[in-house]
């Protein structure tokens, strides 16, 4: 359920707004145990997720670090390789 929580942080390119609501909505997903809210529900589950992802992004705004930005496309491959050992 959580596949699109994940580290958004010093990636060049940085994380994109897609990305971070991604992050808020499976965020979110997983609080209320909801993968598609009832309509009595919708409008706090949507609420929910704008909330996360405005905090997530302020978040990634306001933090620092000294180590190189990574590659998107290099941890990429990287993840891409583990699955296939773990999977294979």
């Known amino acids: 359920m959580c596949r699109n929580i994940r580290t958004l942080f010093n ?3 940085p994380a994109t707004d897609e990305e971070i609501r991604a992050s808020a909505l ?10 598609h809210p009832s309509q009595a529900n919708k409008a706090a589950f ?9 905090v997530a992004r302020r978040l ?28 294979a």
């Open 11 to 13: 990636f060049e390119p």
């Open 60 to 87: 990634l705004g306001a933090l620092e670090t000294t180590s190189p930005a990574k590659d998107r496309e290099v941890e990429a491959m990287k993840a891409r390789a583990r699955a296939k050992e773990r999977f």
């Open 26 to 35: 499976q965020f979110v997903r997983k609080l209320s145990g909801f993968t």
């Open 46 to 54: 949507d609420r929910a997720v704008d909330e996360v992802a405005d």
